[in-house]
């Protein structure tokens, strides 16, 4: 079992940076990949960014390519998404999720393979 907790969402002008935190908690992180989704207002949820267990392979939807950046940081079983030069397109709940793999080059852009999720931090870009 693994439990995530979202953190670093808030109120942000267009073109300006946040950084999302997942803390997680339980089994050993290391061993999951990791992503990020999000879900605005009426729209269902999309694919965000994923993680490998290794930090070796990192996947990102076309619309934040070149403006988000996803890594981990194992030792604080914590992984982060820096968002910068954000555009109110960007406004939505982000959720952080975890998938067990043994695959070290695993990074699923669907929500299926992920079996642990946090709860979600909002995030809103004015503009």
């Known amino acids: 079992q693994v439990q995530l907790v979202e953190s670093g969402g808030g109120l942000v002008q267009a073109g300006g940076s946040l950084r999302l935190s997942c803390a997680a908690s339980g089994r050993t992180f290391s061993r999951y990949t990791m992503g990020w989704f999000r879900r605005a207002p009426g729209k269902e949820r999309e694919f965000v960014a994923a993680?490998?267990?290794?930090?070796?392979?990192?996947r990102y939807a076309d619309s934040v390519k070149g403006r988000f950046t996803i890594s981990r940081d194992d030792a604080k079983n914590t992984g982060y998404l820096q968002m910068n030069s954000l555009k109110p397109e960007d406004t939505a709940v982000y959720y952080c999720?975890?998938?067990?793999?043994?695959?070290?080059?695993?990074?699923?852009?669907?929500?299926?393979?992920?079996?642990?999720w946090g709860q979600g931090t909002q995030v809103t870009v004015s503009s």
């Open positions: 993680i490998s267990w290794s930090g070796g392979s990192t």
């Open positions: 999720a975890a998938a067990l793999t043994s695959d070290n080059d695993y990074v699923p852009m669907s929500p299926g393979p992920y079996k642990y």
